[in-house]
């Protein structure tokens, strides 16, 4: 009942804010270039052709209509059960720590799921990918022009500004996911107009388009790999090869904060709020912060930062391509200081462009950040990691119908997304709800308000540990203390 109550119903009462109801899936294989195994059948990575058949229109309602709250029928652990991870420093979250119930047995091949995901879902529509990528743009694009026609660019009128930045902010993140779409061949079969709508828009977020596509295929490689991952690595407490043992040391301060009472605890969420949302993106590109620890200290603008040969994140061709990058980026950056110069002023190009990046940049990381994070979602060593508890280590959450749209649900079908990439997003429901049924033990769906599930990652979420003496998880996998 209690689990009925916080599924359900729950879903139901979040569905009644515009911002806040539904979920959808998204697809992650191998790094772009390599082909996948479907059915038994090596699959060329470029997807199956264009749907024919579908329809804007159509695509547009599927685009606001919701996914079926998986049923939340059981409980995964008992009352006496749920003491005993409490006294192992475990905290369940909205799964009711079903990821911690997960056996070996369970895990799937690649190519099994693939099988059970219809065929149409990796069919590809240009008309329908540019028409969304129009939609984007123009919500993007549009929003400026009134703010720089009827906004006044005066102190006292600084609320609208802030209006206007956080709208368009939030509309510019429907570019970024289409872009992000692009770099995973999910736009387009042909590659050049793929690419070129990928280049311009990512290029446009100050985003280096090859060098992002490079690093977050090698993400959806190795999700939640504590070595090899990319991005949201969590820091490690205890004796591991693999890791300096960062993690204490971080649950040091958090607990000293916690010490302090509700004060304290407030103080170590914002600020972990803060430096995730804010300075999050831009510590990635420039330094790899919470980047794989095998790679070192990575720069996305400088191909030679970092470790090489083996373990590089960009090793070979993709140096070049990293450069390349970095035009797009010079000459979106040449622009607005030639934009600053002509009229004189910084403030243009700071209040209609640089503010509603930062609120971009912060959808971008709580996105990435809640995907793969949580009290009782874990990560795996190298010894024991295989892709299907990568893909599946991945939940949907509840944006609800609004935020779906204007971001290509790269939220609420995300497992989808981790599954296979290649699946363009007005597919992906269709891909979540095969999976939800194919897979019922695996999929992971948790359906808490995303603000209450960001500051509970916020605060709970410091640093992981190795259960080899829990009574009640697998022992490969490490679980954050609380």
């Known amino acids: 009942e209690r689990l009925r109550r916080g599924g359900r119903f729950r879903v139901f009462a979040l569905s009644m804010s515009p911002l806040l109801s539904a979920p959808r899936p998204a697809g992650a294989s191998a790094v772009r270039g390599v082909s996948a195994v479907r059915g038994g059948v090596q699959r060329p990575a470029l997807g ?31 009352p006496e ?26 895990w799937p091949k690649m190519h099994e799921v693939y099988a059970n995901i219809p065929k149409e879902c990796w069919e590809k529509d240009d008309v329908k990918s540019m028409a969304y990528a129009v939609i984007s743009t123009a919500l993007t694009v549009g929003t400026g022009l009134l703010a720089y026609l009827y906004i006044p660019l005066q102190a006292s009128y600084w609320p ?9 902010g939030t509309f510019a993140t429907g570019c970024w996911v289409i872009a992000h779409e692009c770099g995973h061949n999910a736009f387009s079969n042909n590659k050049t107009l793929q690419d070129t709508v990928g280049y311009v828009l990512h290029s ?17 490689a190795r999700t939640n790999h504590l070595s090899l991952g990319e991005t949201h ?38 600020a972990r709020c803060v430096t995730h949302l804010v300075f999050g993106w831009p510590a990635y590109l ?52 030639a934009w600053g110069l002509s009229v004189g002023s910084v403030w243009p190009p700071l209040a209609l462009y640089a503010a509603p990046l930062v609120f971009t940049n912060c959808w971008l990381v709580l996105y990435t950040w809640l995907q793969h994070t949580d009290v009782d979602i874990p990560h795996y060593a190298k010894d024991t990691w295989v892709w299907a508890k990568g893909a599946f280590s991945t939940v949907d959450r509840p944006y609800g119908a609004i ?34 049924e194919t897979y019922p033990k695996l999929y992971l769906y948790d359906p808490t308000n995303i603000w209450v ?18 009574k009640m998880v697998e022992k490969d996998m490490y679980v954050f203390v609380n």
């Not at 446009?204 to 959806?220: C, E, G, I, K, T």
Request: glycine share 8%.
């Open 453 to 470: 599930a960001l500051w509970r990652v916020c605060t709970k979420c410091t640093a992981v540990e190795r259960r080899t003496d829990s």
């Open 48 to 78: 199956l052709g264009l749907n024919k058949r579908s329809s804007l229109g159509g695509s547009f309602r599927r685009s606001v209509a919701t996914t079926s709250p998986p049923s939340a029928s059981e409980a995964f652990f008992t």
């Open 403 to 436: 935020l779906d749209f204007l971001h290509h649900r790269i939220g609420s079908t995300h497992v989808a997304h981790h599954v296979s990439h290649e699946i363009p997003h007005y597919n992906a429901v269709k891909a979540t709800e095969a999976l939800k």
């Open 204 to 220: 446009a977020l100050l985003v280096p388009y090859f060098s992002w596509q490079r690093s977050h295929a090698v993400h959806h």
């Open 160 to 168: 609208a500004w802030l209006a206007y930045a956080i709208a368009n």
């Open 286 to 337: 420039l330094w790899g912060a919470t980047g794989g620890p095998v790679r070192g200290t990575t720069n996305h603008f400088n191909p030679w930062a970092g470790v090489q040969e083996k373990d590089a994140l960009f090793p070979g061709k993709w140096k070049k391509m990293v450069l390349f990058s970095d035009i797009g980026c010079v000459a979106t950056f040449a622009a607005l200081v």
């Open 233 to 270: 690595v969590p820091y490690v407490r205890g004796d591991n090869p693999e890791h300096i043992n960062k993690g204490g040391a971080k649950l040091k301060v958090r607990d000293f904060m916690m010490s302090i009472g509700p004060i304290g605890n407030i103080f170590y969420g914002v």
């Open 81 to 106: 059960e749920e003491n005993v991870l409490k006294q192992e420093h475990i905290e369940l979250s909205g799964l009711q720590g079903k990821a911690l119930r997960i056996q070996d047995q369970d």
